[in-house]
């Protein structure tokens, strides 16, 4: 089945600065990468995804970048903010492709110190 | 738009007990998938229903069940609770494509066996 790494586990940042979250995949047939953001109490929520026919997408101060031949994808949080701080979750889905049935990495704990 | 909504939100249950929870998806999605939260294993997916039918099956045992109405709303099942039961159980629902698609999360229901 789908393997998916995540990497730091921990992750602290001056406010403004930038965020960069990996992870790594393990079957070359996934086709949509998708990140999602938990905050305490709450359940995650989808904040962008990808799909394999691209290889960058961007939405105001958050970019996921996808490279299919290294089987990695990153997600990229510019200008952070103190709201920024959360948990955050990669996935990628199995061979059969459904998004229904994620793979999820083991979460990075992000900070955004003021 | 309403989004998905989980019922109850917190429970506690002695070890032997079974449990009902209920996941009523955004109007309009088709398909419900469930996963269990842990701080030891992370996000894990139980199963995913689509049309009143389990399409998917993550790795746990039979004690963990679920079905599907004809109006999508779904509950999971689970039989004589043990201590590792212990979790955050999340619903997500799904539009139904043949490409992958968004799933979006409940806020969870979190379930305590004593």
């Known amino acids: 089945g789908e393997n998916v790494e995540q990497h730091p586990s921990t992750l602290s940042v001056q406010e403004g600065d930038s965020a960069v979250i990996k992870c790594t995949y393990s079957?070359?047939?996934?086709?949509?990468f998708p990140w999602y953001k938990q905050e305490l109490g709450k359940g995650p929520q989808l904040i962008i995804d990808?799909?394999?026919?691209?290889g960058e997408k961007k939405d105001q101060r958050i970019a996921v970048t996808l490279n299919k031949t290294a089987k990695h994808f990153s997600l990229h949080i510019t200008e952070t903010q103190p709201e920024d701080s959360a948990v955050y979750f990669c996935?990628?889905?199995?061979?059969?492709?459904?998004?229904?049935?994620?793979?999820f990495g083991s979460g990075t704990q992000l900070t955004v110190l003021p | 738009k309403a989004g998905v909504t989980q019922t109850p939100r917190y429970l506690i249950k002695t070890r032997g007990q079974q449990v009902t929870l209920s996941c009523s998806p955004i109007?309009?999605?088709?398909?419900v998938s469930w996963y269990q939260q842990t701080p030891g294993q992370g996000l894990q997916f139980l199963f995913e229903?689509?049309?009143?039918?389990?399409?998917n099956k993550g790795n746990f045992p039979g004690r963990f069940s679920g079905r599907q109405f004809s109006n999508s709303r779904s509950e999971m099942n689970v039989s004589t609770l043990e201590l590792g039961d212990s979790a955050l159980y999340l619903c997500?629902?799904?539009?139904?494509?043949?490409?992958?698609?968004?799933?979006?999360f409940g806020q969870g229901t979190r379930l305590t066996v004593v």
């Open positions: 997500a629902s799904s539009l139904q494509g043949f490409d992958s698609t968004e799933a979006f």
């Open positions: 079957d070359s047939a996934s086709n949509y």
């Open positions: 990808i799909r394999s026919n691209v």
């Open positions: 996935a990628a889905p199995p061979l059969s492709g459904s998004a229904r049935q994620l793979t």
């Open positions: 109007s309009g999605h088709r398909s």
């Open positions: 229903y689509f049309s009143e039918t389990q399409r």
